[in-house]
């Protein structure tokens, strides 16, 4: 079973989460250690059954009406809200954004740079942000800019796909382009093609000593 902790020690590891003689609502909401819900109770009737189970009661949702505390071991509960953050880190990393950004009298070579420069991004993993700036009385011709825009993302369909319609932001318009996930990789595709001319040789063997 869980040691013990004294309230004072959890506290200074955590002091914005309350725990235990700490609880000071009125009533709180109590779930145990396995997510069932025990009702609603006094904090002195749930700091009861915590010390029954020789686990700690730990405020996880102060803002709700009653606030919920949940029975678990407080060392427990600190590594899970650990876990969830470097998770959450994680997730926000492997989101990246990368921008491109395009005039609407970009010529078709810096265009064609910049599709390249996309490809890449998208190719990575990456979303890419294609933003076209305005810049003076170009604003008033905004559909020829979303016809840049669909344009680029068309030559870019074989690697993504278009969020949403462009937007204006400002003086820019702006569309989101995201990779396609069940695209194989370029290093799966290379391994696949080269896998071919093997399988057939080795088809090619098996036929003939079949027919031997």
Same mark, same amino acid.
């Given at each position: 079973?869980?040691?013990?902790?004294?309230?004072?020690?959890?506290?200074?590891?955590?002091? +914005? *989460?309350?725990? /235990?003689?700490?609880?000071?609502?009125?009533?709180?909401?109590? !779930?145990?250690?396995?997510?069932?819900? &025990?009702?609603?109770?006094?904090?002195?009737?749930? &700091?009861?059954?915590?010390?029954?189970?020789? #686990?700690?009661? *730990?405020? !996880?949702?102060?803002?709700?009406?009653?606030? *919920?505390?949940? &029975?678990?071991? =407080?060392? @427990? =509960?600190? =590594?899970?809200?650990?876990?969830?953050? +470097?998770?959450?880190?994680?997730?926000?990393?492997?989101? %990246?954004?990368?921008?491109?950004?395009?005039?609407?009298?970009? $010529?078709?070579?810096?265009?064609?740079?910049?599709?390249?420069?996309?490809?890449?991004?998208?190719? $990575?993993?990456?979303?890419?942000? !294609?933003?076209?700036?305005?810049?003076?009385?170009?604003?008033?011709?905004?559909?020829?800019?979303?016809?840049?825009?669909?344009?680029?993302?068309?030559? #870019?369909?074989?690697?993504?796909?278009?969020?949403?319609?462009? /937007?204006?932001?400002?003086? $820019? &318009? #702006?569309?989101?382009?995201?990779?396609?996930? /069940?695209?194989?990789?370029?290093?799966?595709?290379?391994?696949?093609?080269?896998?071919?001319?093997?399988?057939?040789? %080795?088809? @090619?063997?098996?036929?003939?000593?079949?027919?031997?």
């Amino acid at each position: 079973m869980a040691k013990r902790r004294s309230s004072r020690r959890s506290t200074s590891r955590a002091p +914005r *989460v309350r725990i /235990n003689e700490r609880i000071r609502a009125p009533k709180i909401r109590v !779930v145990d250690e396995s997510g069932k819900q &025990l009702g609603v109770m006094t904090p002195s009737e749930a &700091l009861r059954l915590a010390r029954e189970r020789d #686990l700690d009661l *730990v405020e !996880v949702a102060p803002k709700a009406d009653p606030p *919920v505390c949940r &029975l678990i071991d =407080y060392g @427990k =509960y600190q =590594y899970e809200q650990t876990k969830r953050q +470097r998770q959450a880190r994680k997730a926000q990393k492997q989101v %990246e954004i990368k921008e491109v950004r395009l005039r609407p009298k970009t $010529s078709e070579h810096d265009t064609e740079v910049r599709v390249r420069q996309a490809r890449k991004f998208l190719e $990575s993993g990456a979303k890419v942000k !294609v933003r076209l700036r305005f810049r003076g009385r170009e604003i008033q011709h905004a559909d020829v800019a979303r016809k840049i825009m669909e344009d680029f993302a068309v030559r #870019l369909a074989d690697v993504g796909e278009v969020e949403g319609r462009p /937007n204006m932001e400002g003086r $820019s &318009l #702006l569309m989101i382009i995201a990779p396609i996930s /069940n695209r194989p990789s370029s290093k799966q595709a290379s391994s696949k093609s080269s896998q071919r001319p093997q399988e057939k040789a %080795e088809k @090619k063997a098996s036929d003939a000593d079949k027919s031997g």
